[in-house]
Structure formats: C-alpha cells, structure tokens
C-alpha cells in the first residue's frame, strides 16, 4: 500500500512553487524596505516557551500544539506561531543590547493540531514581523501599513484593516471583572471549550466564532470602553498615523485574537467573500511578553500572516499566473555518438554562468526540440556532425523562432 502524506499537509508541486516565491520574495523586500532583518528560528521549542508565552487557556496550547517528549526526556513541541520563538531568541542572543528597536521578520512552517478545511493545515507557513523596543503608536501604525502594502503589491484586492484595543494589564483586568459579570447567567450557553475556559479567561469568549457563543456576546462589554487614559490616548495616536499613511482601516469593539499576549492593539486582515475562515492574518501589541519569557520589560509589536490563506484568496480573486520569461538553454544533439560531445558542452555552460540541460532519454531530435519548448527555455542549442566539424552551434531562439549558427567560443556571450 502507497503511503500517503499526514491529514492536513501539503506538498508544494514544481508547478506552484513560482506563487510561493513571488509572496516570500515579495514579503522580504518589502521587509527590508522598512528597516527589517531576517532571523530563523528552530521548528521546535521547549513546551514552556509556549505555555508561558502564548497562554495556558488558548486553543493553541490547550488544544492545538503537537507536543511530545525527546529521548531526553525533555517535553518538546513543534512551533504553533512565530513571535515567542523570536522573542526567545531576541533574549538568548542578547539582539536587545545591540540597541532598540529590534526589527526582525521571518518566513517558515507552522504547526497546529486542528481540523484541516481549506487555507488551513496542520502544517501551514507564515509571513511575520516583529518590532522590540518602542510603545510608539507611530510602530503600530508602521507595522500595519507594511502588511497592508504587502497586500497592494500582491495584487489582493478588498483587504479590510481590522483594528481594536484591549488596553493595558490594569485594563484587561477591569474589562474582565465586567465581562465575567456579564456572562455569568448564560455560561450554561456557551459552547463546551467556552465553558471550560470561563473562570480562567472569559475574553476567550470574545474570540469564539461558535454561533451560540457570538450570540451570547453580541452586547458585552466591549474592551475599548474600558481603557485608562493612556491606552486611550495611545489608540488615538494610532488611528491618526493610520490616517496619516492613508490605510482605511475599520473598528472592531470584539476584536481580540485567539493569543493571551496581545496588549493595546490589536488587528486582523479580513478578505470578505471566501468564506467562514476569512482572516489571512493579523497581530498587534505585546509589551509584557518578552518579561514574561523571562527577560526585561520590553515593548513589542508585530504581525503573522498565513500563506496559504494569501494563496487561496489570490486563487478566488482570479489571480492569474504571471507569464514566464524565458531563460536559459537546452542543449539538442543528433545523434547518440554526440552525446560525450554534449556532456562537455553542458558543464562548459554551465561554468559560465549559463543555466542549462541536456536530454538523458534518448529521444529524437524533434522529441528533444519539443522538450526544450516545454521546458520554457529561451534558446535550443543544436549540436549536429556537421556543427562538430566547423566548431560552431546552431542556436535557435524559442521566442522568435529564428536560429543562428555561432563558433563555440561565442556561445556563452550569445546566451548571455
């Protein structure tokens, strides 16, 4: 019996491979365009960095992680998100006595235990930035607008700024006595995971997308009623640099996200019209994780984005593969006794600079032509007796459809 892959994993075919690299390569430029560096992380971590990170009574840590225990006996588990990895490594290799503000973005697999439907996996890749060092509403503002320039040079289209704010921890603190308050005469309610996560975390509820649940919600008390003047005034500051970019953006009293570390702001990236799961990303504020993790006190913003949300989306909205240029050769021979001829041919090529390949099947000379074209190089290369004899090449341009006969000496400048 063929083995297959795990439920909810992907492979990423050849032919899809050009989608992906246009958004990784279009992500770090953009990236470093705004002062950010690339850091990488491990796939794994220990299980704690999450449990203190993340939040004992999110989904992801209560139901979602894939931990288990190494033959160290040590519990381990696979990243289920990209910020406590970083923030992680941002303490470990001292990167905040380099000097502030860190500026730091990542690419790379995530993992997270949870029914695979479409744009979501159990293995899936995110887009990330992370900013250390500055509660400036100005990096809010920056950080949302780098996503949202993202989305314009990708070509997505009705991509909506969702944005909220929780508030500090003196905030969070009132908004849930009130909340708890609130719900209490209807947690009989709520859906089972809301339930039992109630009495630890009633914003959770908030976040709950269970129909029940968003009825029972729909007039709570809302987290931005209950901002001291500071997380007022800083979410005022950050709606006018908003302003100021030109990103529309629009205000979500119940926006939370599904992450316990989140503080002030807090946002999502909506695409209406591809159903249910319409969020291809979001993030916000953390200033009291990396002292969490066991560091000093230090401020820190940032979002994730999923990729294959962002393929999906681009794929609904009509998003066409952009047309190939042609580049490179295929060298063709005429005959079998050219075949060393050819070999040499293709690592002189080869050493200079030229990407290119050679038939190892046998076919004909017109089979190895049709190869060529499919293979969507821009010049055959024909090496023939009568070629060998006079040291020259025919080249033919796939393009134009012209061919033109060359000495060998100029061949690399003429596929140049």
């Known amino acids: 019996m063929l083995t297959t892959r795990p439920r909810g994993t992907k492979d990423v075919l050849p032919e899809e491979i050009e989608k992906w690299r246009r958004l990784e390569d279009s992500f ?10 690339e850091i990488r992380t491990p796939i794994f971590e220990h299980t704690e960095l999450f449990e203190r990170g993340v939040g004992a009574t999110t989904d992801i840590v209560s139901k979602e992680m894939y931990t288990f225990l190494d033959r160290g006996k040590r519990s381990i588990t696979l990243r289920p998100e990209g910020t406590a990895p970083v923030v992680r490594a941002l303490l470990e290799n001292n990167l905040h006595k380099l000097g502030l503000p860190q500026k730091l973005y990542y690419l790379g697999p995530m993992f997270r235990y949870d029914r695979p439907q479409a744009g979501r996996f159990r293995q899936f890749h995110q887009l990330g930035v992370e900013v250390f060092g ?17 989305f314009t040079g990708l070509g997505l289209q009705d991509v909506e700024l969702h944005l909220n704010s929780l508030g500090c921890l003196k905030c969070r603190g009132n908004h849930r006595n009130e ?19 109630f009495d630890n975390n009633p914003m959770r509820v908030l976040d709950c997308k269970n129909p029940d649940c968003r009825k029972a919600v729909r007039k709570a008390p809302a987290p931005v009623n209950f901002l001291c003047g500071e997380c007022l005034e800083h979410f005022h500051k950050t709606q006018d640099f908003l ?11 119940y926006l939370v996200r599904g992450l316990d570390y989140y503080t002030r702001t807090s946002f999502e990236f909506i695409v209406k019209g591809i159903g249910a799961q319409n969020s291809i990303g979001g ?14 006190r230090i401020p820190g913003m940032g979002f ?45 090529l080869r050493g200079n600079g030229i990407a290119v390949e050679k038939d190892y099947m046998g076919r004909s000379l017109r089979a190895q032509l049709k190869q060529a ?16 004899k006079r040291g020259t090449l025919l ?22």
């Open 28 to 37: 770090r430029g953009i990236c470093e365009q705004y002062g950010f560096r």
């Open 243 to 253: 302003h100021a970019t030109g990103v529309d953006f629009v205000l979500d009293d």
């Open 179 to 197: 909340l708890y308050g609130f719900l209490k005469d209807s947690v009989n309610k709520l859906c089972k995971t809301c339930r039992e996560r």
């Open 134 to 150: 500055s509660e400036e509403p100005a990096v809010d503002a920056e950080v949302m607008a780098l996503a949202m320039n993202y």
């Open 283 to 296: 993030g916000g504020r953390y200033d009291e994780l990396v002292a969490e993790c066991g560091g000093p």
């Open 373 to 388: 074209d499919r293979k969507g190089v821009r010049y055959a290369v024909i090496l023939g007796e009568e070629e060998k």
């Open 304 to 348: 994730g984005l999923g990729v294959e949300r962002i393929l999906l989306t681009l794929s609904g909205q009509g998003f066409r593969k952009e047309q190939s240029i042609r580049k490179g050769a295929y060298i063709v021979t005429a005959g079998e006794e050219l075949q060393r001829d050819a070999f040499i041919l293709l690592q002189f």
């Open 395 to 416: 080249i033919r341009d796939m393009v134009e459809g012209t061919q033109k006969e060359v000495c060998q000496q100029e061949a690399v400048k003429y596929l140049m």
